[in-house]
């Protein structure tokens, strides 16, 4: 970039000052002048032609006006010949007037005095081949003639002819008198005034030279265009050797035109004239003004080059000289906007001090050991007291949603000046003056006058320590206050400066706080999804063994179903039966409470009544504690409905209950059951075992709490785990079990626990808004049985064993297939085939794939889905797809009887 000296510039730029104008005079001259003397020349041209072209008209119609009343009077007598006379000599508009008879020879004439002589001569003239005289016999009716050589004066000449008595009355008018008249109203030698005829000829001019010559014109632009156009027309052409500038206006009357034109260089005399002489004043005023800009320009920049030398002392850090002034009002307020600025650097400085000591405390603050987050902020405080030059602080947390402040710590100076007898720590919003200002106007608060009045004070605790200044600021997160910080009795009032200290250390501390929150919930995520995960894949191996579990259990169970049918009731093997019966029920049981563990036992979901499911429970929950344990029931009425298993739920209750008895023991204690609903946003779901993307909404909550043991953090860490148990002859499974319906009820569970203050179960469930039933579903004891042929499919030999004597027991015919291909060849080969019982897990084609491909054999096919895990998650994959019903493993008979009995 190209720098130049200050003198040089100021120079330059009034030389551009000066030149400037001078050329905007010269385009506005040039682009605006001729222009308008070209419009102005036109349009004076133009008045003057249609004056001359009133003049003719008035002219001509003066001769008319007379052969008109000529041809008024009656032609017989001794007096036509004076009265002719008489007539002519009252108008000098026409050079003769006469009388031409029908037949085209001249009856009667009259001549101008210097013309009498002449008038002999023309009496008895046959003009009847003259084409004039064809016009007006043909068309009888007043007109006037193309311009000739007149007879009577040897000149141009036009006539008007009209119709009278005793043939036609002509009047010539001498075209000499146009161009006398043309010379009389020209004053101007270099305007030229011409008219023309329809032809372009010259009849008349102002100086008679081109009337003498018989000029033809036509071939002017200008000219030919106005006989063309018939309206005025303007513009510019070249004449014998002269560029003009004229105009031609229509003379309709005789079809002739009248041009007024004039030279350019007469139309231009005067303004180039003008122009010289002010081209001449405003070269001179050119001259002066770049002396005087010169002058000026070496005398500003005189200035400002004291100015540059002061400020060039200035930044030497020379501080005591006085900035100059002068007479200019501007560069006076340049110097003082200089001074201005050399106070607002000092300030600076300042600023930047305290901005160094800022970032030292939050480098002190940052290298602080975050053991805890209490102790952190404990040591914020202080750094925040040191930072403002205060004598106390406190910080305080607020809530949004409840509009609640908390008290987290005061500075150790403020605790020991305290002498406040009752500490409050939770205070509402409403109820805070001042110090809650933060919050309401979501801005600092700031007062150097604690003690005068203010309207929004609310008085201090008696004992409280006295305040002199006082400053309080949000912390903001997100738009939401978070925290109030307050620091007061500084020995000097607070500043601006203070307050911006004050918030931007706390910006910082708080993403410190939140930048360690946020590790701390990260860190409890993971752990619960470890946890999590470590449940899901003892879920799964939980479910897979009940599954293969129940298979073997399905094949003991029916085989002692069907010999208990078959023996005799006095065999001493019914005893044996029987208990392999109750023991293969007991193992089933077993494979059920692994079932529910894993969140795959078998829900028979209805709409239920937490409240009346306790209440129907509570016999047999009373016989089943310690004697010294007393069960207290707080019940929430009415209570929404749960969709929920009423057997799972009963099974819930009675571990949790049985539970809190032993940890009860032999001492005496309280058993509480409470119910009620509560609605349950993000932060409290996350704080429960199972949080598993529940939604926030209304939950229904069932609370199971004892005045017992309790439990340490070990044991709480592995509660839940299966087969873990601190009972001697305990399986482990109970709590598991719960963990699991819970899960497949897409619950949660909060507990808490502390060693000898008791436990705490709380379980949650989403609220339903239907009301709560209980159904009863005890199997019909008929003796229904049916007919025709089943397909049984499994890949169990012993449940295909076991199902065909049970459905031949029921008066079915059976075949079996041991896997889904196999089953749909038998299918396809058959046709006798009243409905399928499936199987849903086999190798090589499952129960879903085979379920598909015999819906595209025959799409009305009834299909009876069996497996070991619950009727709720399989019939889910078939929903909408005509499955005709769902048996559970193991089964007994009368379940398959039930089953088979609603599609038959």
């Known amino acids: 970039m190209t720098v130049r000296s200050l003198r040089n510039v100021l120079t330059l730029q009034s030389l551009l000052a000066v030149v400037l104008p001078f050329g905007m005079v010269v385009l506005f001259g040039f682009f605006w002048i001729y222009p308008e003397t070209i419009r102005d020349a036109q349009e004076r041209q133009l008045r003057l032609a249609r004056a001359v072209g009133v003049q003719v008209e008035s002219h001509l119609e003066t001769a008319a006006a007379v052969v008109r009343a000529t041809a008024a009077m009656p032609t017989v007598g001794h007096n036509f010949q004076k009265h002719l006379d008489a007539l002519l000599g009252a108008t000098d508009a026409m050079s003769s007037l006469y009388l031409v008879a029908t037949d085209g020879k001249v009856s009667g004439v009259s001549l101008r005095m210097d013309r009498k002589m002449r008038q002999k001569d023309l009496d008895s003239l046959d003009i009847s081949g003259n084409p004039f005289f064809h016009k007006i016999s043909h068309d009888r009716k007043p007109r006037w003639s193309n311009t000739f050589l007149s007879l009577i004066n040897g000149g141009l000449a036009v006539a008007y002819s009209t119709p009278g008595d005793g043939g036609f009355f002509v009047g010539e008018v001498d075209l000499a008198l146009l161009t006398k008249f043309l010379k009389q109203i020209s004053s101007d030698q270099d305007t030229l005034i011409m008219i023309v005829d329809q032809n372009g000829q010259v009849i008349a001019d102002n100086n008679g030279r081109y009337t003498a010559q018989q000029l033809n014109i036509s071939n002017i632009p200008l000219v030919r265009s106005g006989i063309v156009a018939d309206a005025p027309t303007v513009g510019q052409f070249s004449f014998e050797g002269y560029a003009m500038t004229g105009s031609i206006i229509q003379i309709p009357d005789v079809d002739w035109h009248v041009l007024v034109a004039r030279t350019n260089i007469s139309i231009f005399r005067t303004s180039r004239n003008i122009s010289l002489v002010v081209l001449g004043a405003i070269l001179l005023a050119l001259s002066g003004g770049v002396m005087t800009s010169i002058y000026l320009a070496r005398k500003l920049a005189a200035r400002f080059d004291a100015l540059a030398d002061r400020a060039q002392k200035f930044a030497d850090g020379d501080r005591s000289g006085v900035w100059p002034v002068t007479t200019i009002a501007e560069f006076n307020q340049l110097s003082g906007n200089l001074q201005l600025m050399g106070d607002t650097l000092h300030q600076q400085e300042l600023v930047l001090r305290e901005s160094e000591s800022r970032m030292s405390s939050l480098y002190n603050i940052s290298q602080y050991p975050f053991g805890d987050e209490a102790g952190f902020l404990d040591h914020a405080l202080d750094e925040v007291i040191k930072l403002t030059g205060s004598a106390i602080g406190y910080i305080y947390f607020y809530s949004e949603q409840k509009r609640q402040f908390t008290l987290h710590s005061w500075s150790q100076s403020v605790m020991k000046e305290c002498a406040v007898q009752e500490h409050k720590t939770v205070y509402d919003l409403g109820s805070t003056g001042i110090w809650g200002e933060a919050v309401r106007q979501r801005k600092p608060i700031l007062l150097n006058e604690f003690a005068a009045p203010h309207p929004l004070k609310k008085g201090l ?393 015999l819906r595209r054999i025959k799409p009305d096919v009834k299909v009876i889905l069996c497996s070991g895990y619950n009727e709720q998650e399989v019939t889910q994959k078939f929903a909408g797809k005509g499955l005709s019903g769902f048996i559970q493993k193991p089964y007994r008979l009368s379940v398959l009887k039930e089953a088979v009995k609603r599609i038959s």
């Not at 030999?797 to 041991?818: C, H, S």
């Open 461 to 853: 605790p008696e004992g409280h320590v006295s305040l002199k200044r006082f400053l309080t600021v949000p912390v903001i997160v997100d738009e939401n206050v978070v925290a109030v910080v307050g620091v007061g009795n500084k020995d000097s009032d607070y500043l601006d400066s203070d307050v911006m200290q004050l918030s931007l250390f706390m910006d910082a501390v708080w993403k410190i706080v939140s930048g360690k929150r946020a590790v701390e919930e990260r860190l409890k995520l993971e752990q619960q999804l470890l946890h999590t995960q470590k449940l899901e894949s003892l879920g799964v191996l939980a479910g897979g063994i009940a599954h293969d579990f129940n298979n073997i259990l399905t094949a003991i169970i029916g085989n002692a179903d069907l010999a208990l049918m078959r023996l005799n009731k006095e065999s001493p093997a019914v005893d044996n039966l029987q208990r392999i019966e109750q023991s293969a029920s007991r193992a089933a049981d077993l494979a059920k409470q692994m079932l529910a563990y894993s969140g795959k036992g078998k829900f028979m979901v209805e709409s239920l009544d937490i409240n009346k499911l306790v209440e129907e429970m509570l016999h047999m929950l009373e016989v089943s504690i310690s004697k010294r344990a007393v069960l207290r029931l707080n019940f929430t009425k009415p209570l929404p409905a749960v969709e929920a298993d009423a057997t799972q739920m009963r099974q819930i209750i009675m571990n949790l209950v049985i539970n809190a008895s032993e940890a009860i023991g032999d001492k005496s204690g309280v058993i509480a059951i409470t119910t009620g609903c509560m609605d349950c946003d993000d932060s409290y779901l996350k704080g429960v075992w199972l949080d598993e993307n529940l939604k926030d909404g209304l939950y229904v909550y069932l609370e199971i709490a004892d005045s017992g043991c309790g439990m340490d953090k070990d044991v709480m860490e592995k509660l839940f785990d299966p087969f873990f148990t601190t009972k001697f002859t305990g399986r482990g499974l109970g709590m598991a079990a719960v963990l699991g319906i819970v899960r497949g009820h897409h619950g949660a569970i909060k507990v808490y626990s502390e060693p000898g203050k008791g436990s705490s179960f709380k379980i949650l469930l989403p609220a339903s808004g239907r009301p709560s039933e209980i159904f009863n579903n005890e199997a019909d004891k008929d003796d229904w049985r049916g007919s025709g042929t089943v397909l049984l499919v499994d890949d169990e030999e012993t449940i295909r064993g076991i199902g065909t004597e049970m459905l031949k027991e029921l008066g079915f015919g059976a075949v079996t297939a041991n896997d889904g291909r196999e089953a749909l060849e038998i299918f396809k080969a058959r046709g006798d085939i009243s409905f399928v019982i499936l199987d849903l897990t086999m190798p090589h084609m499952d129960g879903e794939q085979c379920f598909r491909e």
